[in-house]
């Protein structure tokens, strides 16, 4: 069984920051892709920021230049640093692994996270 354990989150001024970070366990040898999506209320869940396996960045157009996404590759670890928080940017933040490798199978249903709150003061 994988799971996903995403904290950070919590309450936070506009302009100010937050780091997100998201742990795995279970049966994950190594990960190619690993990311956040964010959902807000009434809203689709969208891509924020991934990172695959040869350190290509991905961002979404509105979070360019002040989100940053790290990974600890063996820990299987992923990171978003957040900067200058806007009141937009207020979401469940969500985790997931894309494409793994469990030991045995290379895989590529998607794992989220449980998702964590990031309220932002408008």
């Known amino acids: 069984q994988v799971q996903l354990v995403g904290s950070g989150g919590g309450l936070v001024e506009p302009g100010g920051s937050l780091r997100l970070s998201c742990a795995t366990s279970?049966?994950?040898?190594?990960?190619?892709?690993i990311g956040w999506y964010r959902q807000a209320p009434g809203k689709e869940r969208d891509v924020v920021a991934t990172v695959n396996s040869g350190g290509i960045t991905n961002y979404a157009d509105s979070v360019k230049g002040r989100f940053t996404i790290s990974r600890d590759r063996p820990q299987n670890t992923v990171y978003l640093h957040m900067n200058n928080l806007k009141p937009e940017d207020a979401a469940v933040y969500y985790c997931?692994?894309?494409?793994?490798?469990?030991?045995?199978?290379?895989?590529?249903?998607?794992?989220w996270g449980q998702g964590t709150q990031v309220p932002v003061n408008s």
């Open positions: 279970g049966r994950i040898f190594s990960i190619d892709t």
């Open positions: 997931i692994v894309q494409e793994y490798y469990d030991g045995t199978y290379d895989r590529t249903d998607d794992l």
